[in-house]
Structure formats: structure tokens, C-alpha cells
């Protein structure tokens, strides 16, 4: 289960990179902003897994 999270944080990160990305070009804020959102998120769940790693080893 936990690589399944990594991943899951990993592509949370990348779409949100992409969506924040594709806002500045358009010039659409409220898309940038879901994406640095979702980067955030993305970053949230990844240090979740890191730390249950490190209580679990």
C-alpha cells in the first residue's frame, strides 16, 4: 500500500505542476491556483509516507 501512495503523491504532484503551468500560460489564475493546490496536496501525502517509513523501520 505504501508505494501505491508514493505513487499516487508523485502523480498528484505532476498533474498539479502541469495545471499550474497551463494556468500561467492562459493566463488563468484560479487554474494555477488549483494546481499549486494539488502540488501541495501531492507534497501532504508524500511526507505522510515518509514518516510512517520512518516509525515502521
Keep these: 500500500m505504501a508505494k501505491e501512495?508514493?505513487?499516487r503523491s508523485k502523480k498528484e504532484q505532476l498533474r498539479g505542476k502541469v495545471k499550474e503551468t497551463m494556468g500561467?500560460?492562459?493566463g488563468n489564475e484560479?487554474?494555477?491556483a488549483k494546481g499549486k493546490a494539488e502540488q501541495r496536496k501531492g507534497h501532504a501525502r508524500?511526507?505522510?509516507e515518509?514518516?510512517?517509513d520512518t516509525f515502521k523501520g
Excluded: D, P, S
Design 30 to 32: 484560479e487554474m494555477t
Design 24 to 26: 500561467r500560460v492562459v
Design 46 to 48: 508524500q511526507a505522510k
Design 5 to 7: 501512495e508514493k505513487a
Design 50 to 52: 515518509k514518516g510512517k
